[in-house]
């Protein structure tokens, strides 16, 4: 190893300015669906798994998909940003901060891409109308294209989730764009067929999404770090290439967002691309609900095997980062201390990562003492099974989470 290389891992545990938030160093721990919030409320489980995070020394903890209105989940027990998650969420960001880090609330709205019917949710919002694929697995089969009055609401509700994340506590909010959610209808020609402003080319897909991160800035922007998660690449014929996420990139940046955070593919349509390797079919097995059970199983049949490689989104990511000056963080298979040492010679400001801190939340601490550490995450992707089980996200070559703990409300 070089000096050149020390420099670089030392550079990784340097402080990071995104907005008017100062982080630590450089590693963010990014959204996975923690199964977490039965009926909605965040449980003293979820508390334990963000606190547990941040004292394992990652300077930022996203909490996954918290929806921006009651039409805005996807699954059932998913947090939705009201006042009666506020006493929860403080709870948890109380505890966070306590043990040294910063939270981040992912704020979202699914669009059509919905596994449940919730109130105020006749047809499902989209980009575009239509026949809803999504929609067979919860009988949905029709989505509504959004009127000028729709995306003003969403806007509003964006606008809101954002302003309710900070009397929660959280330091930072993250705008989800990707993965084929409502936002990323509208960015992808798969889903976004409109003939108006908001349809046909780039700019004009981008045109929502850029409208909402206005808003949100506009709203909290200088309390608050504003962060977009987005798709750099769809991984599917007729969604969006690496050229387009690069516009994207380009559009956010263009419209204030104090960070990206580089992600891939679609959860229908391109699982493999936004994970680099391949689901088990025994996933299947843990998952009581037999819509998922079928999501699932239709989702294996459509998707070629893939075999993980570390940092298996550089190649994409790379050509964003000469594209914009805005700070970056790198998402997608960061598993060592070499890989860190390359993302940080590569120019990325900071890496965001998922299963390697599922595996061990402590491993960005043990990085400090270890300059070849290397993850024992497999990128089974088990865990995102474990995500309908009583006690939420864990590794499976780890402890289970505490179903106790997760039927407890954080604030009780
Ligand atoms: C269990 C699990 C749940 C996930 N849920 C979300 C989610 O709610 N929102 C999101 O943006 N990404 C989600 N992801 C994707 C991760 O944020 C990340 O993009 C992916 O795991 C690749 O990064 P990694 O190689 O560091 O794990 C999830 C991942 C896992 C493993
Ligand atoms: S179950 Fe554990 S080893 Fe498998 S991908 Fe998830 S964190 Fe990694």
Redesign the pocket.
């Known amino acids: 190893m070089t000096d050149q290389h020390s420099d670089h891992l030392e550079q990784a545990f340097e402080p990071f300015v995104i907005g008017p938030l100062q982080l630590k160093n450089r590693f963010i721990k ?5 199964g977490m919030s039965p009926e909605g409320i965040p449980s003293r489980q979820l508390v334990d798994f963000h606190a547990g995070v941040a004292a394992g020394g990652a300077a930022l903890t ?1 909490v ?2 918290c929806a921006v209105s009651a039409d805005g989940g996807t699954l059932p027990n998913q947090i939705y940003l009201n006042e009666a998650t506020m006493p929860h969420l403080q709870a948890l960001t109380a505890a966070v901060n306590t043990a040294g880090g910063k939270a981040s609330a ?1 704020i ?1 709205h699914g669009g059509c891409f919905t596994f449940t019917k919730r109130e105020g949710q006749s047809r499902p919002l989209s980009a575009s109308g239509g026949f809803n694929k999504i929609g067979l697995m919860s009988g949905q089969f029709f989505k509504r294209e959004m009127s000028a009055e729709d995306m003003q609401r969403v806007a509003d509700d964006f606008a809101q989730g954002a302003r309710l994340a900070r009397q929660a506590g959280f330091s930072a909010v ?1 705008i ?1 764009m ?2 084929g959610y409502l936002l990323s209808q509208f960015l992808s020609p798969l889903y976004n067929k409109r003939q108006d402003e908001y349809g046909g080319s780039l700019e004009n897909r981008l045109r929502f999404p850029r409208y909402v991160l206005r808003r949100v800035l506009d709203a909290v922007g200088s309390d608050l770090a504003v962060i977009c ?1 987005f798709s750099m690449t769809e991984g599917v014929r007729e969604g969006n290439r690496i050229a387009d996420g690069v516009g994207i990139a380009r559009g956010l940046a263009e419209e204030g967002a104090h960070l990206l ?1 580089l ?3 679609m959860n229908a349509e391109s699982i493999t691309t ?3 390797s391949s689901f088990p079919p025994e996933n299947r097995a843990v998952v009581t609900n037999p819509v998922m059970k079928a999501a699932m199983f239709l989702q294996q049949k459509l998707e070629k095997p893939r075999v993980f490689k570390e940092l ?2 550089l190649d994409y990511a790379r050509q964003v980062r000469a594209a914009v000056d805005t700070p970056l963080a790198y ?5 060592s201390a070499d890989g860190v040492r390359t993302l940080m010679a590569e120019g990325f400001d900071a890496m ?7 595996h061990d939340p402590a491993w960005v601490n043990t990085l400090k003492t270890d300059a070849s550490l290397m993850s024992g ?1 497999t ?1 089974c ?1 088990r ?2 099974a ?2 309908y089980t009583d006690g939420g ?1 864990s590794c499976v070559l780890g402890q289970p989470g505490n179903p106790q703990r997760n039927r407890m409300p954080a604030a009780s």
């Open positions: 990014s959204a996975t669906n923690e996203t996954a998909y992912q979202t993250e989800h990707g993965h998660k955070v992600s891939a593919g936004m994970f680099g298996y989104l998402l997608g298979g960061l598993t965001a990562m998922g299963r390697v801190l599922i995450c990128a992707n865990c995102v474990m995500m996200t």
